[in-house]
């Protein structure tokens, strides 16, 4: 994943920049970014993250820095934002999103006549360059990011710095969001509606899907008018966002007691206490514990001095060692209780397990196991949201393979995804005993849906049920 910020003001803007894309670190731990524009021009600074905080790497350049306007991202991937010299002048970049088609991209590129990418990112050439490249097409910046909205399979949301002014641009299907703040003399954009609160902004905009706005201190022009079609990332409530924000006029905080209430509502199961797993875990735990009138607890308590961050590191291996250092066992709280656990998702299982297991050695009785949303059943094409190189390290897919074989249809995989089918319950059963779990209840895909409360043509539904 990763989140941008960006603002433009009539005085010296680095300390909004600067804790505003701050307040993305939520959404990745591998780079950050920033470049400002001021008197002596574009100023970037770009670090590593991955074993230390974006303020503390970033403290000295915001000291240092300079300038009206700037923008800046949290990455989990290339390092941006980029500066770029074409015939549209100087401009800066930085984009959140994926590329699927990556390769006929940039033999695109090279036959428009781009001779070389300069930036690599594993291997690959960086995406948000060859996003550049693409605009770099066209006779001006916007012709050029609606050619980018319309060649990039995936998705891309981008903020593109010039001395004039910023231009953000959402997705083409508002996968992710851009919101826009204002206050006097000044306006930011931003992918976390609450990182401008405490800096003074109120709400101003939101981008809809495919929207182009130009923005200046002044005021914000739309270039491009917003589309019909929407599939923003119904992952963005149930786990990405940060609780204070809000997508499509809808808070995090409230879609996930929602969904809480609504597996409280087809549970029959009665635990001593219900419990979240921290962090996006906890006000799901919330809303079931409201619902159903057991108590809620908190029997193991996150370590956040030195692991701040649910997400870090970048290898799979290191990260559940870090899951489970961080979770500290309240012993008296579980010592022969009956536990009811609830967790965002179940991707590949390993940490949900280990947390069960846990939960066992530390005395519990009984631990019930309640994912906040359905089975996961294909890896995001469009976010990133899970690190899987293959579906198959999906545990519900690993799950389906060794039941049906290596050739599963796309039929079958609906009928396991149905929670009416007797495949979808007998999945749920094998999982359960894979996981050493009490007993196993997924959220239904239209009990989480009507938590959020958009229409369901309006969500990303893709890694549950496969629909584009």
Known sequence: MGGIFGVIAKKNCVYDLFFGIDYHSHLGTKRGGMVVYGKDGFNRAIHNIENSPFRTKFERDADEMEGNSGIG????????????????????????????????????????????????????????????????????????????????DGSMSM??????????????????????????????????????????????????????????????ETISPPREEMKICTFLWVYYGYPPSSYEGVNVEEMRYRCGEKIAARDSVKP??????????????IGYANKSGIPFSRPFIKYTPTWPRSFMPQKQTQRDFIARMKLIPVKELIHDKSLLLIDDSIVRGTQLRETTEFLYDSGANEVHIRPACPPIMFGCKYLNFSRSKSDLDLIARRVIRAREGDDVSEETLRDYADPESTNYKELV??????????????????????????????????????KE
């Not at 990455?75 to 006929?104: M, Y």
């Not at 306006?187 to 902004?201: D, K, Q």
């Not at 007993?439 to 539904?461: F, H, Q, W």
């Open 73 to 152: 991202c949290i990455s989990d991937n290339e390092p941006q934002p980029l500066i770029v010299r074409s015939h549209h002048g100087s401009f800066a970049l930085t984009t959140v999103g994926r590329i699927n088609n990556k390769d006929e991209l940039v033999e695109r590129a090279y036959k428009k006549g781009v001779p070389h990418f300069l930036e690599m990112s594993g291997g690959s050439v960086n995406q948000t360059e060859l996003v550049a490249a693409i605009i770099n097409q066209e006779d001006n910046i916007a012709d050029g990011i609606r050619l980018a909205q319309e060649l990039i």
């Open 159 to 220: 903020l593109i710095l010039t001395p004039e002014g910023i231009y953000a641009a959402r997705d083409k299907l508002g996968r992710t969001p851009i919101v826009i703040g204002k206050k006097d003399g000044a306006f930011c954009a931003t992918f976390e509606s609450f990182a401008y609160l405490n800096l003074g902004y109120s709400d101003y905009k939101n981008l809809g899907s495919g929207e182009i706005v130009f923005i200046t201190a002044d005021g914000v």
């Open 272 to 285: 001593d206490m219900v419990a979240g797993v921290p962090d996006s875990g906890t006000a799901h735990a």
């Open 429 to 466: 059963d094998e999982m359960c005993r894979e996981q050493n779990f009490t007993s196993l209840m997924y959220n239904r895909l239209d009990d989480m849906i009507d938590a959020v409360g958009l229409p369901e043509c309006k969500l990303c539904t893709y890694c549950w049920n496969g």
